[in-house]
T-cell receptor, first 112, second 108 residues
Framework: EPEVTQTPSHQVTQMGQEVILRCVPI?????FYWYRQILGQKVEFLVS????????KSEIFDDQFSVERPDGSNFTLKIRSTKLEDSAMYFC??????????FGQGTRLTVV | GQQLNQSPQSMFIQEGEDVSMNCTSS?????WLWYKQDPGEGPVLLIA?????ELTSNGRLTAQFGITRKDSFLNISASIPSDVGIYFC????????FGTGTSLTVIP
């Protein structure tokens, strides 16, 4: 199975600090997504990204969040000033529409 | 984005029983995908369906792409303890939509 790589696997950060979560999607895919999953809860959509811009975002994805694909390879999610409630698993998905979609192993973010 | 409705939300079954779960959408999809998530891991693709009415198997797993293109189901036959996890559906068309998940517990 093709692999979507996420780094780091676990990040612990102080409240108010900025974090950047990284994803390397599959090379011939064009659509990229971020999801989060708070412990024991369902997977929640954050944002979708296509052609170097956001195509859709959820209410969770407020001004504290941003995404970019700075070098055509990495797809990053930045949280500017983390809050305790941002603690969750964050998953990146790499999608080729009408064909396949693969998820990374996730980044566990712990805000203390 | 739209989230697909999965049912049931959770299931507790005895080892050896068959399991059935489904996923519905208000939109038509061209592809349905089913994933399994183990604790602390990312969702792993189990089965992909590309045509309305298609029935596809992967070992003890069988999934079908509904005729209306708005639903899909996943069956697991003769469940075993390692089937425990959360099962997600997803659909793609112009967008990619992910399901709410069905949590499966298998009691030995």
């Amino acid at each position: 199975e093709p692999e979507v790589t996420q780094t780091p696997s676990h990040q612990v950060t102080q409240m108010g600090q900025e974090v950047i979560l990284r994803c390397v999607p599959i090379s011939n895919h064009l659509y990229f997504y971020w999801y989060r999953q708070i412990l024991g809860q369902k997977v929640e959509f954050l944002v979708s990204f296509y052609n170097n811009e956001i195509s859709e975002k959820s209410e969770i994805f407020d001004d504290q969040f941003s995404v970019e694909r700075p070098d055509g390879s990495n797809f990053t999610l930045k949280i500017r000033s983390t809050k305790l409630e941002d603690s969750a698993m964050y998953f990146c998905a790499s999608v080729r529409m009408n064909t396949e979609a693969f998820f990374g192993q996730g980044t566990r973010l712990t805000v203390v | 984005g739209q989230q697909l409705n999965q049912s049931p939300q959770s299931m507790f079954i005895q080892e050896g029983e068959d399991v059935s779960m489904n996923c519905t959408s208000s939109s038509i999809f061209n592809t349905w995908l089913w994933y399994k998530q183990d604790p602390g891991e990312g969702p792993v693709l189990l089965i992909a369906l590309y045509k309305a009415g298609e029935l596809t198997s992967n070992g003890r797993l069988t999934a079908q792409f509904g005729i209306t293109r708005k639903d899909s189901f996943l069956n697991i036959s003769a469940s075993i303890p390692s089937d425990v996890g959360i099962y997600f559906c997803a659909g793609t068309g112009n967008q990619f939509y992910f399901g709410t998940g069905t949590s499966l517990t298998v009691i030995p």
